[in-house]
């Protein structure tokens, strides 16, 4: 299965090669004990930022290499070839999700305060706007922001929130006017008085990632710490969604990559009647077709993410995206993981793992019911 694509440039051979590297020799040897403990050590993730991987996209007087969509994509996808999602996550929650409501809305004073820290791995961001009633439907949070002398009261709950418990700066969503969609983003520093971690949650699949309800009990913070305009905040988490759902169609095709790969190898070996697996007609027929679904996915990512480097508004084209690669990624994982037979249904095994972590990329940035419909408003 070929890694190149028609959007390839030169430097994103060596990038793929730079992160393969750092999985191999940091993450994969290590990670099933990091899924025991629920989180990604921050030693790991502070290498990241020293290898220059933290800042892709970011303005180098910060430290960042001021690359483009097409090289970020180019480390989602080659970031996803680890076959330990929460680790992934973990990154791109930071790299994708989080930081760039900095990059983009920051002003100098807030970018020379936090982002070359950002950048170093010193500082791990997480983001908060889904809430217990408001997950895909961003306009439904209910955790409200007022002013108050100079600076702003916080009150609310967030939910589901990756990095949640160990990360140190939240970018947090509330609701600053009476209007559905009058919202702002603010920052806040873990340590803030009123500012606490509800519970630490249990899931199905990515482990290593740590995930949190954040609690906001009059959580009071500086009037600096309002990033862009004041009741403009929807806008800016609907521009964010963008990148975040392009980096999860990355997570995906590269889920669909590894699984493949790991179910070649397998079937080639397995022997069953009389010969190897792969001597069944069915098997060789429902991997092949796999592939070449995998393989139109990743054109179609690569082509949403060279679209953004033109400038052009891609909403429809990247929901597109975000609702088919994740449904591919359970049709294509749950398939490889069945012909696996029973090693398939073992704990510890990379193809279960890849199973039970791919479940939530249906789900997770915006459910695939949620991305078809915004598909449909815009024809």
Known sequence: MSNT??????????????????????????????????????EVLRRMGQAGLFGLMYEAQYGGAAADAMTNLVFAEALSQSTFAGFIITVLVHTDMASPHLHHAGTPAQKDKYLRRVIAGELITAVGITEPGAGSDVAGIRTKARRDGDGW???????????????????VAAKTGPGKRDMSIFMVEKGTPGFTVGRALKKTGWLSSDTAEL???????????????????????????????????????GHCQRA?????????????????????????????????KTRAARQFMYHCAWRVTQGHDIVQEVSMLKALTGELVNEVVQTCQQFH????????????????????????????EVMLEEVAKRY
């Open 5 to 42: 694509s028609i959007y390839d440039h030169p430097d994103h051979e060596l990038l793929r090669d730079q992160i393969a590297r750092f999985i191999e020799r940091e993450v994969e040897p290590h990670a099933a004990v990091w899924e025991e403990q629920g989180f990604v050590p921050r």
């Open 153 to 171: 009261v916080i009150n609310g709950t967030k939910m589901f929130i990756t990095n949640g418990v160990h990360a140190d700066l939240y970018f």
């Open 215 to 253: 609690v906001f009990d009059n959580v009071r913070i500086p009037a600096g710490n309002l990033l862009g305009e004041e009741g403009k905040g929807f806008y800016s988490v609907m521009k964010n969604f963008q990148t975040e759902r392009i980096a999860l169609g990355a997570m995906a095709v």
């Open 260 to 292: 493949l790969q790991l179910t070649l190898a397998y079937v080639h070996q397995r022997q069953a009647f009389g010969g190897p697996l792969w001597d069944q007609q069915t098997i060789r027929q429902r991997l092949s077709m796999l592939d070449a």
């Open 341 to 368: 037979g029973g090693m398939g249904f073992i704990r510890e095994t990379a193809i279960e793992r890849l199973w039970r972590d791919a479940r939530v990329l249906a789900i997770g940035g915006g459910a695939t």
